[in-house]
């Protein structure tokens, strides 16, 4: 969607790659050193952090003297490049140390102070990555990304009015949209969703790379889905669909598979909620998997989806057979 998110797939550019691969014997259809079967399936191969230590040194990313720090360094959002290798880092924990250095090439810069609060979120110190964010937001008190990242984790006691005052006090100076996005958030709270859907267009002006862009996407999936007029439902669950899936391409998350099962249902489209059950079950299981959630949170997970799967199975459309695949893997998440 963005500059940034090719930036963070890019792990090698051209001068890097010449450098990795300097001396290296050529692959030939003779000796295809890739294509081996057997050294993916007797465990032998390399996996997402092994690849991403082996090229670490050569990371544009991680290179102070690379082009993402010349040219590009003042037309990206570093904020979120951090963001971006967060979604990944419980399948390549490499990337974590990837931000890690991020920010020490852009030391004593309010975008290096986020990325550092960043890294120990990412290496799973909450407490420590909040203080260091609080200090920034004192050190750099114009810089809207950390003030922002900050208060993403009081986001609902804030629109519901329960945020203690040290909170409360952060958001005091919020202008523009962010201001205009945790407003519309509160009225979210209140059921006032005729508030919500009439300002969809001041919502949908928010640039990918925000740091609230997830919770102004939640809002205008939120109203959509909420629509009771039997003439306008089915046309709002598919735009609420539509706008999730592009979310959940790049950042997918438990809440966005529970909003798109929602959708599914506000649509008329049994297939679409038994696949977002699906993919809620199986990110909760690689959740699970890297210790991010627990074993009763999984078992909770998975008595919910199912009764959700046995409503949607009921429907005529439904297609039997993948509901039963589906409530296979649900039950599956139970025993983990």
Known sequence: DTVEDLVAALVLDADGAQRISMG???ITD????????????????????????LFAAQ???????????????????????A???GV??????SLADRVGRMSQILADDARGEYLRSFYYRLKRQQQRADELLRLAI?????DESLRLEFLRGWFNELAIGSAPPEVTEVAVPLSGSAARVLELARHAAKEEWRDVAVADAELAAIPWTSVWYAESLELRVNWRIRVT???????????????IDRLAIMSPTLNLYALRTRAGFASERPEVVVES???????????????????ESLLKDAKALAAILDDVAKLPTADAARVAEVRADIAALAVK
Request: hydrophobic share 35%; no cysteine; charged share 25%.
């Open 30 to 53: 003779d000796d295809n050193r890739i294509a081996t079967s057997s050294v993916y399936e007797m465990g032998r191969g390399m996996n997402g952090e092994t690849s991403g230590r």
């Open 138 to 142: 004192d050190a750099y008190p114009a």
């Open 59 to 81: 990371d544009p990313l991680q290179r102070g003297d690379s082009v993402v720090y010349g040219a590009l360094k003042d037309t990206l959002s570093f904020p979120y490049l």
């Open 83 to 85: 963001r971006r290798n």
């Open 229 to 243: 007029d039997a003439k306008s439902r089915k046309r709002f669950g598919d735009e609420a669909i539509s706008l």
């Open 88 to 93: 990944f880092v419980a399948l390549d924990p």
């Open 24 to 26: 290296a014997p050529l």
């Open 277 to 295: 059950l699906a993919n809620y079950a199986r990110l909760a299981s690689g959740l699970a998997r890297g210790g991010v959630t627990t074993s």
